[in-house]
C-alpha cells in the first residue's frame, strides 16, 4: 500500500468478498479438474513451464518464490510421474532446464476443459443471462484492478 492513505470500508468489503469467493471458486474448479491429484505448487509449474516454456529449477523457484530445495522436489515429482522432463542446459551443461511433455500439457488442458465446464454447467442452470453478463462485466473489472 503506498503512502498513507486510508482506505474506505467498501473497499475492505469488497476485497474480502472477492478473496473469498474467488478462493472458494478455486477449489470448486479444482474438485473438478484435478483427477491427478497434483498438489497446487505442482500444478503452478506445471502451468508456468507450458506457458512461459523451458526453465532450470532455480529459475522457476525464483518466478514461484519458493526455496530451491522445494522447487527440486516439486520437479523431481513431476518428472517421476512424466509430466515434466529434464534436459541438459543448451547454454551450460552443468545445468538442466525442465520442460512439460506431452503428457503434461494433456493433464493442463484436460484439467482447464473440465474446470470451464463445470462452471460453464454452473452458470449457465443457476444465473441469468443479464447475470452471467454482469459476472463478465466483474471480471472485466478485477483483470483492469490485476493490470491484465
Excluded at 516439486?74 to 510421474?81: M, S
Excluded at 454447467?121 to 473489472?141: D, H, I, K, P, W
Amino acid at each position: 500500500m503506498g503512502g498513507t492513505r486510508e482506505l474506505d470500508g467498501s473497499a475492505v468489503r469488497t476485497a474480502r468478498a472477492v478473496r473469498v469467493t474467488v478462493g472458494r471458486l478455486r477449489r470448486r474448479m479444482r474438485e473438478h479438474y484435478d483427477r491427478a491429484e497434483l498438489t497446487a505448487s505442482q500444478t503452478a509449474v506445471l502451468g508456468r513451464l507450458e506457458r512461459d516454456g523451458p526453465a532450470t529449477a532455480s529459475e522457476l523457484a525464483a518466478a514461484e518464490d519458493v526455496r530451491q530445495q522445494s522447487m527440486a522436489m516439486t520437479v523431481a515429482a513431476l518428472v517421476e510421474r512424466g509430466f515434466a522432463r529434464r534436459d541438459p542446459d543448451p547454454h551450460d551443461g552443468r545445468r538442466q532446464v525442465v520442460s512439460a511433455t506431452p503428457s503434461g500439457r494433456d493433464l493442463l488442458a484436460s484439467a482447464r476443459s473440465a474446470g470451464e465446464g463445470w462452471l460453464a454447467g454452473a452458470l449457465q442452470e443457476q444465473l441469468s443471462a443479464a447475470e452471467q453478463r454482469t459476472v463478465r462485466e466483474a471480471m472485466a473489472l478485477l483483470d483492469r484492478v490485476t493490470g491484465a
